[in-house]
C-alpha cells in the first residue's frame, strides 16, 4: 500500500509564492511520472505539471512560466514552486504519481491541499 500526502498550501496574497510538497511514503519501491492537479470551486480538476524520473516536465499553458516542477528521488517527493500568484489560482491543488510497490504499480493521488490567493 502506498500513500501519498501534500503539504504547503495556505493563504497568500496576489504576487505572492508558496511551495506546494508531495511525499509518497508506503512500500515504495519506485515513483515514475509525477503530476501536479488543481480543482477550483465548481469546476474540473485540470492538470498543471508533470515530471517524469529523469526530470523532463511539462507545464499547462495557464501556469507555464510561473510556476515550476521539480523532485527528490532520494526523497520520493515531487515539489510545486509557485510565484506570481493570481486570484484565479485559488484552488484545492492535488498530487499523483505513477508508483511502483514491489512488482504492484499504483496511479496513487494525495489528499489535496488548499491554496487560496487573495487580491
Known amino acids: 500500500q502506498v500513500q501519498l500526502v501534500e503539504s504547503g498550501g495556505g493563504l497568500v496574497q496576489a504576487g505572492g509564492s508558496l511551495t506546494l510538497s508531495c511525499t509518497a511514503s508506503g512500500s515504495v519501491f519506485s515513483t515514475n511520472s509525477m503530476r501536479w492537479y488543481r480543482q477550483a470551486p465548481g469546476k474540473q480538476r485540470v492538470f498543471l505539471a508533470r515530471?517524469?524520473?529523469?526530470?523532463?516536465?511539462n507545464y499547462a499553458d495557464s501556469v507555464k512560466g510561473r510556476f515550476a516542477i521539480s523532485r527528490d528521488n532520494t526523497k520520493n517527493t515531487v515539489y510545486l514552486q509557485m510565484n506570481s500568484l493570481k486570484p484565479e489560482d485559488t484552488a484545492v491543488y492535488y498530487c499523483?504519481?505513477?508508483?511502483?510497490?514491489?512488482?504492484?504499480?499504483?496511479?496513487?493521488w494525495g489528499q489535496g491541499t488548499q491554496v487560496t490567493v487573495s487580491s
Open positions: 515530471i517524469s524520473r529523469g526530470g523532463s516536465t
Open positions: 499523483n504519481a505513477d508508483i511502483l510497490a514491489g512488482t504492484r504499480p499504483y496511479d496513487a
